[in-house]
C-alpha cells in the first residue's frame, strides 16, 4: 500500500479531564529532580538545577479529575504503509499511542486500555503509555494532557505528513513535530524543531519518554557502560549494568523505582532499545543532537506494583526508555538566542541473532551497533535532517486546532509557517488591552480568564495601575499574579490587597494566603484562604488548593470546622478528605482519624502524588499512637516506590 495519513476516532475507556483549576499555579507541585544533591566529578558537566521551576506559572493545574471511567470517544492521526501503523492522539500531547509492526502484528509500545490520570506531571494530570514529547521544563510536557495543532503536509515527493506543534509558554518558543513514512520505511521518521527566536539565552529540555512492555527475560540495550543515578537524594555515576549486585538491563531485577541515564560516548550511534527474551522489540535511534538516553523502571516492590496498578486497568506493567538533549533530566541546556534545535528520531522492529539473552550486555550493544553502522543509519538520518529543512518551513493545512497563546506572541521568519488561531475569545480582550492598555474588568465571582502577566509585560500594566487601570480590581489582581511570578512578594502583596479593597473577590484572598505562606505569615494566610474558600465553596479546584494552604499554614482547627461545612460529596473528595483526616490527626483526635481513614476499604485519593509517602506515612501515625507498635503499610497506601 502507498503511504497514508488519516485523521479518524477512538473509543476507550477513560476518565474526565475537568476544568484547569480556577487559581493560577503559584506554589506549584513536587518535582522529585529540583531536590537532589549532585556528587559528580569535573568532566561530567550536567547542567544541575539550571532551568528549574517552582510552579507552572502561567499554566493552570488540571485538579479535577477523578478515577471514574466511561466510554470516550477521541480523535487519532494515523500514518500507515506496508510495514508499519503509527497512531497518534492530538488532543493528548500528540502521544504517539500504538506502533504495530504489520509483519508481526505486534504493537512495539505499551499502550495502555484507559486514558487514567494520575498525579505525576507538572501540571498534576499525567497517563502512561506512548511516546509522550515533553519540552521546555522539567516535569513533563504542560501540553500533556491538552490539544496540539494537528496539521498535514507533504515531503517533496508527495509523501503525507503528519505535523503537530505548539507554542510552550514559559520558555516561550515554538517546537513542532513532522512524522512520515515512505513507502518502504520499516521505521517511522520524526523529525523536530524547537526555534528560540528571542534575543536571550532560555534553559531548554526534550525527553521523549517511551513506554515498553515490561518482557518477561527482556533487556534494555544500549551504547553505553557508565549511567547517572540517584539514590537517598544524591546523584552519581555507576558502572552498568551491574550495579548493587543487579544487572539494571534486566529490568525485571531492580528493586525500586529509579532512574539510569546512559552516558553514551560521543562516537557511539545514539540509541535505545526494549527486547524481550528472543532479542525482538522496539528501537529507537536519533541523530547525534539528541544524545542522550535513560531507562526508567517502577521498581519490583509492593509501592512499584501499587502504582503499575494505579495507572491503568488490564494492560500491564511498563518501563520507560528516553531519549533526551541533556545528558539527564537533573537541569536543562543553555539555548543561544536565535537558533533552530532540529533532530530526527526513528521507530521500528529490531530483531536480534538468536541467543541474545543469553550474551552480555557489551555484546548486545555491540550487535545493534554493527547493524546501524553497517547499513550507515546515523549518516543517513543527519542527510535526510538536512534534505528536509524546506519540507519543515512549509505552511501545512491545519485538521484540529491547539491553544490560541502562539497567535499573541510576534514571532520571527523560523516559525512563520507555524498558523496559531485564537482559540479562546478571552485571549482576544487580552490582545486588545496589550494595544491600548485598559483591561477588562469582570465581575469578582467569575473565574480568571487568563494567567498572562509575566516580566516581559509587568511593567506594561503596572504603568497603567494609576491611570486608566486605577480602580480595576482585575487589573490589580493580575499585578499581583505578576509580581508573584517574579517572586517580589512585597508588591505582589501591595496589589492583592488594592485588588481587595476595590472588589472583595477570592482570587485575591489566594494570592494573599500563597505570600503569606512563604513570608513565614502562616495565621494570617490561614485567615485569607478562608476568606476565599467561604466565597468559592462550590468550587472543587479551588478547595483543593485552599485546604493544601489551610494545612500548610497549620490552620487546623479551621480546617476541620471548613470541612465540616461542606456537602457529602465534597466530603467524600479524596484529597479533602485526605486533609481533614491528617488535621484531624494533628488535633488528637486519633480514633477518630484513624476510623474516617479505613472506612469502605480505605481512602483513595484519586491524586495522589508520584513519590508522596503521606498517605502510608498518616496511616503508620495513626496506627502507632492508637495500638503503640509499628507495623508494615497496608499494600491499598504503600506509594513510596522510591
Not at 505499551?110 to 509522550?132: I, K, M, P
Not at 513533563?140 to 515527493?157: D, F, K, R
Not at 475569545?425 to 465571582?445: A, N
Not at 484519586?606 to 503521606?614: A, M, P, V
Amino acid at each position: 500500500m502507498k503511504p497514508e495519513l488519516r485523521f479518524e476516532k477512538m473509543k476507550i475507556q477513560g476518565a474526565d479531564l475537568g476544568p484547569q483549576c480556577c487559581v493560577p499555579d503559584l506554589l506549584g507541585e513536587h518535582i522529585l529532580q529540583n531536590h537532589l544533591e549532585f556528587r559528580l566529578d569535573e568532566y561530567d558537566e550536567i547542567y544541575e538545577g539550571y532551568g528549574r521551576r517552582k510552579n507552572a506559572y502561567p499554566y493552570r493545574q488540571f485538579n479535577s479529575y477523578t478515577r471514574k471511567l466511561k466510554e470516550k470517544e477521541i480523535r487519532t492521526a494515523v500514518l500507515e504503509n506496508r510495514y508499519l501503523k503509527a497512531v497518534f492522539l492530538p488532543e493528548y500531547g500528540g502521544r504517539l499511542w500504538e506502533l504495530w509492526d504489520k509483519n508481526t502484528g505486534k504493537n512495539l509500545l505499551y499502550t495502555n486500555d484507559v486514558l487514567q490520570f494520575s498525579n505525576l506531571a507538572v501540571r498534576n494530570a499525567w497517563f502512561s503509555g506512548g511516546v509522550e514529547w515533553n519540552v521546555g521544563i522539567i516535569g513533563h510536557n504542560p501540553y500533556t494532557a491538552s490539544p496540539l495543532y494537528a496539521a498535514e503536509t507533504e515531503t517533496c515527493t508527495g509523501v503525507p505528513v503528519l505535523r503537530m506543534y505548539e507554542y510552550e509558554r514559559i520558555r516561550k518558543v515554538p517546537y513542532q513535530m513532522d512524522f512520515w513514512l515512505e513507502e518502504e520505511d520499516r521505521f517511522l521518521n520524526c523529525r523536530m524543531r524547537i526555534v528560540n527566536e528571542s534575543s536571550e539565552v532560555v534553559p531548554m529540555y526534550w525527553w521523549s519518554n517511551i513506554a515498553v512492555p515490561e518482557y518477561e527475560g527482556g533487556r534494555a540495550v544500549v551504547p553505553a557502560d557508565r549511567a547517572f543515578t540517584y539514590e537517598d537524594g544524591a546523584v552519581f555515576k555507576v558502572d552498568i549494568p551491574i550495579v548493587n549486585g543487579i544487572d539494571i538491563t534486566d529490568y525485571k531485577q531492580i528493586p525500586k523505582s529509579v532512574d539510569y541515564f546512559f552516558d553514551i560516548p560521543d562516537t557511539s550511534p545514539k540509541y535505545i532499545a526494549n527486547v524481550d527474551k528472543e532479542g525482538y522489540g522496539l528501537l529507537q535511534v536519533s541523530t547525534k543532537r539528541l544524545r542522550s538516553r535513560k531507562l526508567f523502571s517502577w521498581g519490583n516492590g509492593p509501592a512499584s506494583d501499587h502504582w503499575q496498578e494505579f495507572l491503568t486497568d488490564k494492560a500491564g506493567r511498563y518501563v520507560e526508555i528516553q531519549a533526551g538533549l541533556g545528558k539527564t533530566q537533573y537541569g536543562c541546556i543553555p539555548m543561544a538566542p536565535h537558533t533552530a534545535w532540529e533532530w530526527m528520531e526513528r521507530y521500528g522492529a529490531v530483531q536480534m541473532t538468536d541467543g541474545s539473552s543469553q550474551k552480555s550486555h557489551r555484546e548486545r550493544a555491540q550487535e545493534i551497533t554493527n547493524y546501524l553502522n553497517a547499513a550507515h543509519i546515523p549518516e543517513q538520518m543527519e542527510a535526510v535532517l538536512k534534505e528536509t529543512v524546506s519540507m519543515a518551513k512549509k505552511p501545512a493545512k491545519i485538521v484540529m486546532a491547539g491553544s490560541g497563546y502562539g497567535a499573541l506572541e510576534k514571532r520571527g521568519k523560523w516559525s512563520e509557517h507555524l498558523k496559531y488561531i485564537f482559540t479562546e475569545d478571552s485571549l482576544k480582550k487580552w490582545q486588545e488591552f496589550f494595544k491600548s492598555g485598559i483591561l477588562h474588568m469582570p465581575d469578582p465571582g467569575e473565574i480568571p480568564d487568563e494567567f498572562l502577566v509575566d516580566g516581559e509585560n509587568l511593567e506594561f500594566l503596572t504603568d497603567t495601575l494609576s491611570t486608566v487601570n486605577k480602580d480595576n480590581w482585575y487589573a490589580h489582581y493580575q499585578a499581583g499574579v505578576g509580581y508573584f511570578s517574579q517572586e517580589n512578594f512585597d508588591n505582589a502583596k501591595q496589589a492583592f490587597e488594592q485588588s481587595w479593597k476595590l472588589r472583595k473577590n477570592p482570587w485575591a484572598c489566594h494570592g494573599m494566603a500563597c505570600v503569606c505562606l512563604l513570608s513565614g505569615k502562616k495565621e494570617e494566610g490561614a485567615d485569607w484562604i478562608c476568606r476565599g474558600m467561604k466565597m468559592k465553596k462550590e468550587n472543587l479546584s479551588y478547595l483543593k488548593e485552599g485546604f493544601k494552604i489551610l494545612f500548610l499554614c497549620r490552620g487546623f482547627s479551621q480546617l476541620i470546622g471548613f470541612f465540616e461545612t461542606l456537602d457529602r460529596e465534597k466530603q467524600e473528595t479524596g484529597k479533602l478528605k485526605f486533609y481533614y483526616i491528617s488535621a484531624l490527626h494533628q488535633m488528637g483526635k486519633n480514633s477518630e482519624a484513624y476510623q474516617l481513614l479505613e472506612e469502605n476499604g480505605g481512602l483513595v485519593i484519586d491524586d495522589i502524588r508520584e513519590g508522596e509517602d503521606s498517605i502510608a506515612q498518616l496511616w503508620s501515625e495513626l496506627w502507632e499512637s492508637l495500638y503503640g507498635e509499628e507495623k508494615m503499610v497496608p499494600y491499598r497506601y504503600d506509594f513510596k516506590a522510591f
